[in-house]
């Protein structure tokens, strides 16, 4: 009974939590001042698509999106790296999450070596003038690192292959990422000193406890918006006067 109760507590706080989120949301959406941009990184399976549902799946879509960056496209790779990430970066008024991000062009392409050593390590320092113009420009950026352990992404994964509902989601590479599994803690360590910065600094939250991680964030997200303290504009005096054109 103690543990249904406190499920139940917890849900409670979430829902409150959400609820806050959506106020801060239309205030944000309503002032079109500013604009907060949720970058989500994690390893294969950690469940950041389950997040974005739990914690986003109320905000109203006219002012939030997800944009999910995989595989680049011939289009994309006859530009910079960085092109497709900024056409992306959300309006003022509006919250969007990268569900991965420009943060891809310095782990696959590390670990892989589909560029060379020279022209990833020159990236860090891009990725952070580039997130330090978007802050400069009214952007805020909250950079979010979900952490899992090795056998709670095997049992992610096996979940996957063996629920027929959710096979749809697996990947082989995935098991080829996981085969290299020191090599992309090395890549994320790096990644998550050189570009911990003033303006945008990285979160690392775990996430083998789905219930604990999705309160995290969600605390994280309220408290961002909070400190951005969003305002509806103030009431217009004259609109009274149109009441009489409504009887």
Known sequence: MAKAGTEQADQEDLDSLTDRLVHLHRALYAEARQALLIVLQARDAAGKDSLIKKVFGPLDPQGFAVHAFRQPTADELERDYLWRVHLRVPPKGAIAVFNRSHYEDVLPVRVYGLVPAAE?????????????HLTENGVTILKIFLDISKEEQRKQLLERIDDPEKQWKFRPGDLDDRDRWEDFTAAYE????????????????PGDDRKRRNHAVARLVVATLERMSPRLPDPDPSIQAHRARLS
């Open 120 to 132: 990833w390590g020159r990236r860090y320092d891009q990725i952070n003038a580039f997130e330090r």
């Open 190 to 205: 790096e990644l998550l000193r050189r570009c911990d910065t003033a303006w945008a600094p990285w979160h690392v939250i």
